[in-house]
């Protein structure tokens, strides 16, 4: 038996944006800037008591931990390119930009998503100060976007249930 395909449907504009996020992702792990709390946030500590242990396992795995993450990003962004390009939500005119973009995910391409959407998540929540799922950013427009990135992750998860 073959796992099933998924599809989302974003609009160019919903998918320009998502593009310009995720390469942003990808600035954040490249530099691996280890001061940087929302890479740590991506790599936490194994053993929150043991902190001589934390560092040996934190050494040991957040190199291929990282570039899995870079991967499947690329994964992410190189479905998101439409006609050959990488969106720009700046290059799109209005009527362009409500046009349908459909993602067609193997199960491969799927748990790239998944897993790319989720770290973007939490890089959005260290950005933002998100400690727990009810803070509401009271009405700054950034926590839309970390809300809208939750939403795209909940929509995947449920088409993967079926």
Known sequence: MTAARVTMELTLLEAAHLSDLVGQFEEVVSERDESDPALRRL???AYRDDAD???EFRRLTQDDLLERRLTDAGVVRASLRHDGRDLDPADLDR???EDALVVEMTPEIAGA???TLAALR??????LGVTE???GGDGDPRFGVYEWVGYRLDV???A???
Do not use: I, M, T
């Open 43 to 45: 790599v936490p500590d």
């Open 53 to 55: 242990a934390a560092g």
């Open 95 to 97: 009527a362009e930009a």
């Open 113 to 115: 998503w998944l897993r």
């Open 122 to 127: 939490l890089v959005l929540a260290e950005r």
């Open 133 to 135: 799922e009810d803070q």
């Open 156 to 158: 995947l998860v449920r």
């Open 160 to 162: 993967l249930d079926g």
